[in-house]
């Protein structure tokens, strides 16, 4: 059997993380799935919204990605 060439994705990565113009990387919060109805407006708002991974897990997160910047 033949070795694949080069460097792959991690593609479960790809599909949770983005990458900006600047090499932060984006990820969305938990807790949006179910159980909406006992949570206030503006913590279902502010679910939706993206926040920044910490610099230990962006480390991480990049050597995934490795065609993201």
């Not at 949770?16 to 949570?39: C, D, E, M, P």
């Amino acid at each position: 059997m033949r070795r694949p060439k080069g460097i792959k994705t991690r593609k479960a990565v790809a599909k949770r993380f983005k990458i900006t113009a600047n090499g932060k990387v984006l990820r969305s919060r938990a807790g949006k799935r179910h159980l909406l109805q006992n949570k206030k407006p503006k913590r279902r708002r502010s679910l939706g919204t993206a926040t920044l991974v910490g610099p230990t897990d962006t480390y991480r997160i990049k050597q995934n990605l490795p065609f993201g910047r």
